[in-house]
């Protein structure tokens, strides 16, 4: 572990070309890109296709000497560096990580923000440890309630920074992550380390973690109250962004794609946050025939699975194709994602027009 | 005119053959195709790029002995074939139609019906005989509500048969079309003779026209009250379908474009029924900064007006581009179109994704 991170900041530099070349990008600076389409077929996508969401420039954080510290409502604060987090206990997690905003393009009227459209959204392998171990070596006092995590990015008031209830950052699946699909994190995705929240809106896993602190009252900074909120705009309090709502994708055909005709395979994959995906329907042509597909793995909390669906008889002309997933809590997606101002959380289920003949 | 309608049957073929190979296909049986975007970019688009609705196979009426009946509430029924027609007065029109289930691809949840997406869309100059000229000879009495058009598609109490008000069926710009683009109609749009009822959306232009009856009483044919309704599914008495909403479309850059950074010049089209567009306003990225367009030709009721917009200093990444007609009534396109239970009427502004860089 030691040797793999001593490779140092040279290598950083090398990962950082690399994680950008097969992006597909929104906004070059702060740099954020979409994963492309064709890498989500895979159970676990290559670092080099994960998506980038950034809210600031990129820190560029010394891999030996960073150190996170850990303070606030605790009996004994601590000052970590990667080597100390490098003796674990380490944990791995497989975990889909979807932005907020992906989705975004398709909500009309359409919000202001990034446009994402599909692509932001991948799956890794994360190895770290467990955020809980880090708070049990701190003690925390018994009245904490949230546990704010900060990042090297941003200044200020507008620091990036957000705060977990206690349940959730005591979750043993909720990592400080130094790994990602077996490689050092790069500094895309929070090197030399990031907080994992498994089942979370990407924007709860905190890159370049700098500063723990637990809190007695609730925290109230800029992003946790100004954004990742759903505002309805309709004089009600805004509510927190959180898990992720239950979603399915198709990956092929693709948009616009064009099929022979007869038996046409039909590939997906659909999540939940936290819950198992339980089942993914698929629909041709608008009607409401929905019928089951079949999903290739066992469904696993906190990661996409993958469908495939056999359209039988395709004739020639073009179809639209739609997929829900419903999860293990009876949550399906909806026809329609309620509208918010700030586009977060569009899980309604989408129509993919295909060409046959 | 005989002489050119006299090239007989075998040039429909050749039409027949020349209507579908440049379209964009939605379904084959009975044929359907959408225009591509790039054919509307001309101030008419050119018949073999023209889109092509039918709710049936289409009739191959003989074009010399072809007749249409006019009976019903009139003093003096007739029967007119295309050389009486021809005889004239002849008027020309140019008009844009839409289907009216244009833009239902966009509608959530996605209603069932032919997947238009954006092309069912098209402008042409009719040449024919106004209806009221017809009606004229055959003296309407004084109690007629409606005038019905029947085509020779579709059986029994299926068969395709929309009624007018008398109003508009008398509007001098009303035709019974023999040409479209200064040749004779090709099958697909309607060969020997159709209605073309500018400003409204194409279900009105009945094409094959077989049979007009003088009504006393308001028709209740499928196509009159099944279809082309807006059905709000909300216990109300579902509207018909009439005049085309206001609407625009970017044409250029296409959606998902690679552009380059600096300067981008928009292209698009804007239309609204029987009324003249009189602003078109840009937005990009999702901002509710709208600026306006420049019309490029001086618009006119009844047909798209063309319009361009200057994007500046255009920053590598990705961005959405939104474009809003208004009309001399001042009626604006709405952010989200009023979903229907048969999709039609989609006239929401649209988010147009493009990449700089």
């Known amino acids: 572990m030691e040797g793999e991170q001593g490779t140092g900041d040279e290598a950083q530099e090398e990962l950082h070309k690399e994680t950008r070349a097969k992006l597909v990008p929104v906004k070059l600076e ?3 890109a979409e994963a492309p389409l064709e890498a989500l077929t895979h159970p676990r996508t290559p670092t080099d296709s994960f998506f980038v969401r950034s809210n600031y420039a990129e820190p560029e954080l010394p891999t030996a000497t960073h150190r996170i510290t850990v303070e606030g409502a605790v009996e004994a604060p601590l000052t970590l560096r990667l080597k100390d987090l490098a ?3 380490l944990r791995e997690v497989t975990a889909t990580v979807e932005c907020a905003g992906n989705g975004r393009t398709a909500m009309s009227p359409l919000p202001e923000g990034e446009p994402w459209d599909k692509g ?14 880090v708070l049990g ?12 995590v900060e990042g090297a990015d941003g200044e200020g008031s507008k620091r990036f920074a957000r705060a977990l209830p206690v349940s959730k950052a005591m979750h043993p699946d909720t990592l400080l992550a130094l790994e990602m699909n077996g490689e050092p994190l790069p500094r895309a995705h929070g090197a030399p380390m990031r907080l994992i929240v498994p089942g979370w809106y990407g924007m709860a896993s905190v890159k370049w973690v700098k500063r ?13 109250r100004e954004r ?3 505002d309805l705009s309709n004089g009600r ?54 019928k089951p597909a079949t999903l290739l793995e066992k469904p696993k909390p906190s990661a996409w699975v993958r469908w495939a669906f056999t359209w039988e008889d395709a004739k020639p002309g073009r179809h639209t194709l739609r997929a829900r997933a419903t999860d293990e809590a009876g949550e399906t997606q909806p026809e329609t994602s309620q509208w918010n101002r700030l586009g977060y959380g569009n899980n309604a ?3 993919r027009v295909v060409n046959v003949g």
């Open 30 to 32: 702060p740099f954020n």
């Open 87 to 89: 003796r674990g206990p």
């Open 120 to 133: 932001a959204l991948s799956t890794a392998v994360w190895r770290g440890v467990p955020l809980a171990e």
């Open 137 to 148: 070596r701190a003690r925390l006092r018994p009245n904490v309630l949230e546990i704010l």
């Open 212 to 224: 723990i602190e637990a809190l007695t009252r609730p925290f109230s900074g800029y992003y946790q």
């Open 228 to 230: 990742y909120i759903y």
């Open 237 to 290: 309090a805004p509510e927190p962004v959180t898990r992720m709502r239950v979603k399915s994708l198709i990956l092929t055909p693709s948009e616009g794609a064009r099929v022979a005709p007869g038996r046409v395979v039909v590939h997906g994959i659909a999540w939940s946050g936290e819950r198992r995906v339980v089942q993914v329907e698929v629909a041709v042509d608008g009607g409401e025939t929905w």
């Open 349 to 351: 289920v989408m129509a």
